[in-house]
């Protein structure tokens, strides 16, 4: 159940912002946002997770919607090093699952 | 570094061969995780420990038998294996498996490539 949708390949020019978008319509009221990234050859990597309000970290910046129906990974500069697969996830407590999905693969054009 | 190392990265073995994958995390965490990973399709969760204690076995097949023998090491131990199994094995680790509220991240290591001849 993948309860998450992506579009599944996006360009951003280097050093410009990455804004991936995903929609989570069914989401309940106790479920995370998650997203992570995969590198080609990688395990994936954790990036930012959030419930309702917006989130920042070293990485990137969450956004998630009022009606919490979809949200956006804002990476601010994105590098040629942020190409990647990138997954966002709605997790359901308790249990640990993490359903990955097919993602959006990010390409950074120089 | 994520704080969980996997080794060996590549792995290739006949299908009579014994082997084992090894995991280990120096984050302090209680719960450690496999997943399987083939091409072109979604992780799948292989088998769950907390605290040393298996929680979850996803209908694995026998001729993957996992092992903890602490909160910081995790084994796969590999037998008997088909062609359909190669695939990225992935590690993970978070805080504690039951008292997730769904607010722990799961942290990855990078993987065994294992292929079957």
């Known amino acids: 159940d993948a309860k998450t949708t992506q579009p599944p390949s996006m360009d951003c020019a280097e050093g410009r912002a990455a804004n991936l978008p995903c929609n989570h319509s069914t989401i309940s009221g106790n479920e995370y946002v998650y997203w992570y990234r995969q590198i080609h050859s990688q395990g994936p990597q954790y990036i930012i997770h959030g419930l309702k309000n917006n989130e920042t970290n070293e990485m990137a910046s969450l956004i998630i919607t009022e009606d919490r129906k979809s949200s956006t990974l804002i990476l601010p500069h994105a590098t040629l090093r942020d190409t990647a697969v990138y997954y966002c996830i709605v997790r359901v407590p308790p249990g640990n699952q993490f359903y990955f999905g097919t993602g959006t693969s990010l390409t950074v054009i120089p | 570094e994520t704080g969980v190392t996997q080794t060996p990265r590549h792995l290739v073995m006949g299908m009579t061969n014994k082997k084992s994958l090894k995991c280990e995390q120096h984050l302090g965490h209680n719960a450690m995780y496999w997943y399987k990973q083939s091409a072109k399709k979604p992780l799948e969760l292989m088998f769950v420990?907390?605290?040393?204690?298996?929680?979850e076995n996803n209908s694995v097949p026998s001729r993957f038998s996992p092992e903890c023998p602490n909160s910081s090491h995790l084994f796969l131990h590999l037998h008997t294996l088909q062609p359909e199994d190669s695939a990225l094995y992935l590690c993970a680790s978070s805080q504690d498996f039951f008292r997730d509220r769904g607010n722990q991240p799961q942290h990855f290591g990078d993987g065994t490539r294992l292929s079957i001849l």
């Open positions: 420990y907390n605290f040393k204690e298996q929680t």
